[in-house]
């Protein structure tokens, strides 16, 4: 009983060696989309370390500038009893300013009437 090579078993061989080899293949890329997923990730980790390193610089910077306002608004706060006039006193104030006038216009008056009749 000789054993006979037919054209099945050639095509059943090249159709496992071809199987191998694609699978050889698959195995190699899914291994190098593992390598290069590492890697991105990796990456994303770095970006993210920086980002947050950066947001924490920024809110830093902006608290101290929020605090520098709030100190110049307490420094304004406490000169604006003594600095800013409110109207009401300044309407007070005024008014006494036109009546001391007023004072002196009719002391100007008098004197004024003193001379005129000393002249005449």
């Given at each position: 009983m000789d054993y006979v090579v037919t054209f099945s078993d050639v095509m059943a061989w090249v159709v496992a060696c071809a199987i191998g080899v694609l699978g050889f293949?698959?195995?190699s890329w899914f291994n190098g989309l593992?390598?290069?997923m590492d890697s991105i990730r990796g990456q994303i980790a770095e970006n993210d370390?920086?980002?947050?390193?950066r947001v924490e610089k920024l809110e830093d910077r902006t608290n101290a500038e929020i605090e520098n306002i709030k100190n110049n608004l307490g420094e304004i706060r406490g000169e604006f009893a003594t600095v800013f006039v409110q109207r009401?006193?300044?309407f007070r104030?005024?008014?006494?300013?036109?009546?001391?006038?007023r004072?002196?216009?009719?002391?100007?008056?008098?004197?004024?009437?003193?001379?005129?009749?000393?002249k005449g």
């Open positions: 293949f698959i195995k593992k390598k290069d370390r920086k980002v947050n390193l009401e006193d300044f104030s005024m008014n006494g300013v036109e009546d001391a006038i004072v002196m216009d009719g002391k100007v008056d008098r004197i004024l009437m003193n001379s005129s009749e000393r």
